[in-house]
């Protein structure tokens, strides 16, 4: 089927009436629908929390460790000129 016959049957099939759709099916998709919103609600909502709480770590750590501060030194400077 080329470019032409292709667009050909799909205006015919968009100019026609829809098909029925049965009535049970507009429930078991707003079930779905529902369903679906909720689990990614509650992913987001769980994918912030674990961001929120791998912050909060990660400051205390920071703050605790001072990983930006020089260790104190093992030994002490030679002594010259005495």
Do not use: C, K
């Amino acid at each position: 089927m080329n470019q032409p016959e292709r667009a050909a049957e799909v205006r015919r099939i968009m100019e026609g009436t829809p098909p029925h759709v049965p009535p049970e099916l507009y429930a078991e998709a707003v079930r779905r629908g529902t369903r679906v919103l909720h689990r990614r609600t509650t992913a987001r909502r769980l994918m912030w929390l674990l961001l929120t709480l791998a912050a909060v770590a990660f400051t205390v750590w920071a703050v605790t460790v001072q990983p930006w501060a020089q260790p104190p030194s093992d030994t002490t400077p030679p002594l010259d000129g005495w």
